[in-house]
């Protein structure tokens, strides 16, 4: 059973930056998909930014590209979102999430961005002001 655990959220002032942190462990698969998703008050969740862990490879939302960075640490089982040049509209709960994949099939960035992901971590609020 995977278990993710976010941290980092804040209030910023717009143009302002934050590093979410998403600490997983219970890793029993030898690859994974990993993704940030957000979910604004009143407005449906959405993908931000996904990689696939094995190959690195990253995908993310044109809302987000240029701004924000995944990035992972295997050593420390942790999943990181790098965000800069927030916007207001940036604001909503950020959930990580983890998707074990079989061995089989070539898997990319853009393929877990569109993946269903299995577990998901409790979320991390943050705000951005103007």
């Known amino acids: 059973q995977v278990q993710l655990v976010e941290s980092g959220g804040g209030s910023v002032q717009a143009g302002g930056s934050l590093r979410l942190s998403c600490a997983a462990s219970?890793?029993?698969?030898?690859?994974?998909?990993m993704g940030w998703f957000r979910q604004a008050p009143g407005k449906e969740r959405e993908g931000v930014a996904a990689?696939?862990?094995?190959?690195?490879?990253?995908y993310y939302a044109d809302s987000v590209k240029g701004r924000f960075t995944i990035s992972q640490d295997n050593a420390k089982n942790t999943l990181y979102l790098q965000m800069n040049s927030l916007k207001p509209e940036d604001t909503a709960m950020y959930y990580c999430?983890?998707?074990?994949?079989?061995?089989?099939?070539?898997?990319?960035?853009?393929?877990?961005?569109?993946?269903?992901?299995?577990?998901w971590g409790q979320g991390t609020q943050v705000t951005v002001s103007s």
């Open positions: 990689i696939y862990t094995n190959g690195g490879t990253t």
């Open positions: 219970g890793y029993t698969y030898s690859r994974y998909c």
């Open positions: 999430a983890a998707d074990p994949l079989p061995n089989w099939g070539i898997y990319s960035g853009f393929k877990c961005y569109a993946r269903v992901y299995d577990y």
